[in-house]
């Protein structure tokens, strides 16, 4: 293994396999251009075969999860089946420490790609690719469903967990009030910034949702009939036409005065964009760079690193979706003309595959003390003015 490379390479449309073509799908590729097995065909398994996962986030996740442990194994001429000497980390454990400890990721993250690494060492295992499982499983107390690698014991509600993951600690959401909002806005000189902001902080589309978020969507409201100022519109959005976690529909609701900025940005700023593509390729979306191509997730990263020291606080594309939320969520709770369930309202809205993960706004919302509840209140009422109106397009 020793003075290996390995590449992470995500396939165009040409790899088709069976008339079903697979583009997007991660290939972890050797120095010699060989794929390195096991672990491709495992992603093939898990991924490809099975036919149930087929969000592009998810593959790509996979894949990176799979590099960044292969990777760090080569780099360290460690042999994943190995079996660890006494008093030593196996590898497993010893990427885990080294991601802690060098790269200094959240316990989430690595807990995320562990997840990964160990569904493939689970996989080897009953493929024989090894004698032994190198971590044990602990039995663990829990109020909240199984999730991904538990196994549940419904007579005491335990689950069964890898001993390698890391404890985590409850993480405090981060919101934005009105005046953080406003100064973030004030501070993107970039129009095309500033719309994104925008349509993220109004709508709850997380950052990849915007980023692919189509110009075919779009429209002028001026000259729908139906449509009066201060109502919001409802869009439906498919997979099949930008990038959504897990692949669900959903529809959200953007207030008319936003659709009318969009329609304005699309017939007036962004063909100027388009026009210094060099390929001179189409593109479905909405939101272009400067070069005319699609924005990538580090250049969302990047954006956002520099607006925080601009304004002097934290600012994250996850904040404004958890504003948005928290903001909704309270103007509906308040509200005495909304017909429905608040938190099933902004579930749908967020594209939440539970009601539990929607509830946590509304224990953010109940945590909040006196005087702050209500300077959220205020907030909210200033943010979400326009009229709770819903017209299906």
């Known amino acids: 293994m020793r003075g290996q490379a390995l590449r992470l390479v995500l396939a165009d449309k040409n790899l088709v396999v069976q008339g079903r073509c697979f583009e997007g799908f991660p290939l972890l590729i050797n120095d010699d251009g060989g794929e390195l097995q096991p672990a491709q065909d ?87 690719f090894i004698d032994k499982l190198p971590f044990d499983f602990v039995q ?84 729908r009939k139906d449509l009066t100022p201060g109502q919001k519109l409802r869009l439906y959005l498919d997979p099949k036409d930008m990038d959504i976690k897990n692949s669900k529909p959903r529809d ?21 964009r388009a026009n210094n593509n060099t390929d001179a390729k189409e593109l479905p979306n909405l939101f272009l760079t400067e070069g005319g191509t699609p924005y990538q997730k580090d250049a969302i990263t990047s954006l956002f690193r520099v607006l925080s020291r601009r304004v002097g606080f934290r600012v994250t594309a996850h904040m404004l979706r958890h504003s948005y939320a928290t903001f909704l969520l309270w103007s509906l709770r308040k509200s005495t003309t909304f017909e429905g369930e608040p938190l099933l309202y902004v579930r749908d809205r967020m594209g939440h595959a539970n009601v539990s993960t929607t509830t946590i706004y509304l224990h953010l919302i109940n945590s909040l003390e006196g005087q702050l509840v209500l300077a959220h209140e205020d907030e909210i009422d200033q943010l979400f003015a326009q009229a709770l109106e819903v017209r299906s397009l």
């Open 140 to 223: 663990i107390q829990t109020s909240r469903q199984p999730g991904f690698l538990a196994h549940v014991d419904t007579s005491n509600s335990t689950i069964s967990s890898p001993e390698v993951l890391l404890k985590q600690t409850q993480q405090t959401i981060r919101i934005l009030t009105k005046e953080q909002i406003v100064v973030c806005h004030q501070a993107l000189s970039n129009r095309t910034h500033q719309l994104m902001f925008e349509l993220m902080v109004r709508t709850g589309l997380r950052q990849v949702e915007c980023r692919t978020f189509p110009d075919s969507y779009v429209f002028d409201p001026e000259r």
């Open 42 to 128: 495992w992603l093939w398994d898990v991924l490809g075969k099975s036919g149930r996962i087929s969000s592009l986030l998810t593959w790509e996740s996979y894949g990176r999860a799979m590099y960044d442990f292969f990777s760090f194994l080569l780099a360290n001429d460690y042999d994943w089946r190995q079996s660890p000497l006494p008093g030593m980390p196996s590898p497993i454990m010893a990427w885990r420490d080294w991601s802690r400890g060098t790269l200094k990721l959240q316990a989430s993250t690595i807990n995320q790609r562990l997840r990964v690494v160990v569904r493939f060492y689970e996989w080897a295992f009953k493929k024989g």
């Open 252 to 272: 959200i609701d953007i207030p008319y005065d936003l659709m009318e900025k969009l329609w304005d940005y699309s017939v007036r700023r962004r063909q100027g």
